[in-house]
């Protein structure tokens, strides 16, 4: 019987045993604490018995007596229970709560060592079922407090139905779909494949774009044998040239109608192939979600404990158990929550007396709560005591030397609060078993950097304080901030950015050769360029510098990069194993043209910068390199949607001295105009997506960008659009006939000088 396979399942009975054994302790372990709580309370003693029996009948199958026994005698504890012959009280429930440890650790052990366990604990097993029959045979037997609402005998039937003693699981009706078993790492390999799906199917759109593109080439051939027809109106040989040229307009038109048939059937399979691949993605990653509420299992006992030796009364609360966590996430989780909540019963909640004094119930109240709030899994540990003494906190900083006096005053209180965090650090007077060296809170800390969040911390006087843990959704998945950095796109997780920002070269400021800028509440943030830190060339940079600010408290820092290129949700592939750790990189991702990107290791990175600045760099080089930025050729994006316009365009400006970057119609000409840093935009009139008129009046009506001179480059001199380019407030009109001349290189110079700055 004991191996016997079920076969619906694919798992040995003892293995379904255990899966069981599981679910069934932690009903035992949450009815108790109903119980304690309200002892009268009739569906609780229901709900234990039906664990108990269950329980009993599933240790049946696999032949395991000390389970059998352990769980008969609680049962027929619970049925007296029932009768009214004996109470609950706290020393019953302490009791019985060991025998919910006993069956737990049974129920953990192999199949092979059962046997072993029950020989080593023979002694406690003994004392409990003992003690439990001692508690059966009290005197005093109270009058029944309430009715059964069902009658359980005192023992199970010598030989029940085979039904009754099958596991909960095995049973189909109690389950709404079948059971498949599926090992991490094969989940894991599915869920890339799914995200490379996703990824892949983006690059239809770009290539249907492209077609697009070559559609209004060709309509540009068409306009061109228009206006050739018109040049040979008066030529004698126009009688030659008619036919070749109404054949010609005839096929070419032919050609348009074609593509633009294929075009819209492209389009249609790229919206459904997107959307399928979205589907699938969704749903691989739905089979990595589990409850919340799984991992809270053992905690309500866990607190009730541990108020007990402390000689408190504290209540926990649950709430969001059935909110979603990627199973990565949860299992990291077990351990920083076990942290935060010992915290909260050994500093956090009163001892009754205390509370009674400060006007409160004598229960103290733990809440832990889950939720879902803008993309991302916010997980809470709140308490209702007497907060934390920010005066004592700013003593202890100082008098443990982690900065003086005069620093921490200025501290503002979640800087303050920043402290608690500190490895070693702790407002506990003495060490004891439950807390006191001050490791916990970095346990936590550490836990949620590891999986890109963030964790803060708030408090109220007589109020109570509460742990704020930000995680991402699933680890599979990032969103993060996409930067050049000497001429390579990186990604920033969005989580582990304080600020992104633009900074005007008047706000940097030097103190001893160190360069920095303040930041809101007076903080002096030092900057570093990005391409320093990571080892590559640098990149000329503009008026304001594009300014990421990473880390907290003392490692604060200010990361100059090269451009803001936008926000990403990217699909994260880890590295290759055999590279081993790689300086400031994480993992990586693949772009929706499918070139791949680097994911930045931000602690890495920190590191990083710490060590520069240890070695003296900040104070020698940084100066030099942000100044010769300063030094740097303009820099001039052109907007046109003919590839051929717009090569001409970058080699005539390249071969001036400028750097000529390119988009390739308006709404990309003004994506690149929001992220990048330009002196000049040269734009063409008639585009797809937004005219170059259109972009033109965004620019100038940007509170950012209504100084950036505005070049308008036409294929047709048409007042129309001299009078629109006139009223959108552009600077400078010309016609691309003017091309082959240095007309368009003086307008230019004229707009923004040389190529050199």
């Not at 010609?248 to 459904?272: I, M, N, T, Y």
């Not at 070049?711 to 007042?719: A, E, F, G, P, Q």
Request: hydrophobic share 40%; net charge negative; with cysteine.
């Amino acid at each position: 019987m004991k191996n016997q396979k079920w076969n619906d399942f694919g798992s040995s009975l003892f293995e379904l045993f255990q899966l069981e054994a599981e679910n069934q302790t932690a009903i035992l372990t949450a009815g108790l604490l109903e119980l304690e709580r309200n002892p009268d309370l009739t569906p609780a003693i229901e709900r234990l018995l039906r664990a108990a029996h269950s329980l009993k009948g599933a240790a049946r199958i696999v032949n395991l007596q000390p389970v059998i026994r352990l769980a008969h005698a609680m049962e027929d504890c619970l049925v007296a229970t029932q009768q009214g012959k004996i109470q609950l009280r706290r020393a019953e429930i302490d009791l019985l709560f060991r025998g919910v440890d006993l069956l737990q650790q049974s129920a953990r052990e192999t199949e092979e060592k059962v046997a072993a366990w029950e020989s080593e604990h023979a002694t406690e097993l003994r004392e409990f079922l003992n003690d439990l029959q001692g508690l059966l045979r009290q005197p005093d037997e109270p009058a029944p407090r309430h009715a059964p609402t069902k009658s359980w005998p005192p023992s199970s039937p010598p030989n029940p139905p085979e039904e009754s003693l099958l596991p909960v699981p095995l049973r189909k009706r109690d389950l709404p779909e079948r059971v498949l078993r599926l090992a991490a790492e094969n989940l894991n390999h599915l869920l890339g494949l799914a995200g490379e799906s996703l990824v892949e199917s983006r690059w239809l759109q770009p290539f249907s774009e492209s077609l697009q593109r070559l559609r209004h080439l060709q309509s540009e051939v068409a306009q061109s044998l228009q206006a050739l027809r018109s040049a040979v109106e008066d030529s004698a040989k126009l009688q030659h040239a008619e036919g070749p040229l109404a054949e010609a307009s005839g096929r070419l038109a032919e050609c348009q109608q074609f593509l633009a048939e294929k075009l819209e059937e492209l389009d249609l399979f790229d919206r459904r192939s997107a959307h399928l691949s979205h589907r699938l993605y969704l749903e691989v990653l739905r089979a990595r979600m589990q409850p919340f509420g799984d991992a809270l299992r053992r905690f309500p006992r866990m607190v009730r404990d541990l108020a007990r030796a402390l000689g408190k009364e504290v209540r926990l609360e649950l709430a969001g158990e059935n909110t979603q966590v990627d199973r990565d996430i949860l299992e990291r989780l077990e351990t920083p929550l076990a942290h935060l909540l010992r915290n909260a019963v050994d500093h956090g909640c009163e001892t009754p007396a205390e509370r009674r004094t400060a006007g409160k119930p004598p229960e103290g109240r733990i809440q832990l709560e889950a939720h879902h709030r803008a993309g991302t899994l916010v997980v809470s540990v709140s308490d209702d005591g007497p907060g934390i003494d920010q005066n004592r906190l700013r003593r202890l900083i100082v008098e443990k030397e982690l900065a003086t006096a005069s620093v921490v005053e200025k501290l503002s209180e979640a800087e303050l609060l920043e402290f608690l965090f500190v490895p070693g650090f702790s407002m506990k007077n003495a060490v004891t078993e439950i807390s006191g060296r001050g490791f916990g809170l970095d346990v936590v800390q550490n836990m949620v950097k590891s999986v890109r969040g963030t964790v803060r911390v708030s408090t109220q006087t007589g109020r109570g304080t509460r742990f704020q843990l930000q995680l991402p959704l699933t680890l599979s998945v990032l969103r993060a901030l996409l930067v050049n950095i000497g001429g390579e796109p990186y990604a920033l997780p969005l989580s582990r950015i304080n600020r992104a920002l633009r900074l005007p070269r008047d706000k940097i400021q030097t103190v001893e050769g160190r360069r920095y800028f303040i930041l809101e509440a007076q903080q002096q943030i030092g900057l570093l360029p990005a391409h320093h830190v990571i080892g590559c060339d640098p990149q000329p940079l503009g008026d304001e510098l594009p300014v990421v600010v990473l880390g907290d408290r003392n490692r604060r820092y200010g990361l100059i990069v090269d451009q803001f290129l936008g926000e990403r949700e990217l699909v994260v592939h880890p590295l290759d194993p055999r590279l081993g750790k790689v300086k400031d990189i994480n993992a990586a991702a693949l772009m929706e043209d499918g070139s791949p990107i680097l994911i930045i290791d931000i602690e890495d990175m920190l590191d990083s910068i710490e060590r520069l600045i240890a070695s003296g760099w900040s104070t020698k080089t940084a100066p030099a390199v942000i100044e010769s930025s300063a030094r740097k050729r303009k820099r001039i994006l052109a907007v046109d949607d003919s590839l051929a316009v717009r090569e001409l365009e970058r080699k005539l400006l390249a071969g001036r001295g400028y750097i000529a970057d390119v988009a390739v119609d308006g709404m990309d000409g003004w994506n690149a105009v929001r992220t990048g840093h330009y002196d000049l935009v040269i734009i063409d009139v008639d585009m797809p997506r937004m005219d170059g008129i259109e972009l033109a009046a965004r620019i100038k009506k940007d509170p950012k960008l209504k100084s950036l001179p505005v070049l308008i480059v036409s294929y047709k001199d048409r007042d129309e659009d001299r009078r629109r380019g006139l009223a959108a407030g552009v600077d400078y009109y010309l016609t691309k006939g003017s091309f082959h001349d240095e007309t368009l290189l003086q307008a230019v110079t004229d707009l923004i000088g040389q190529a050199q700055a």
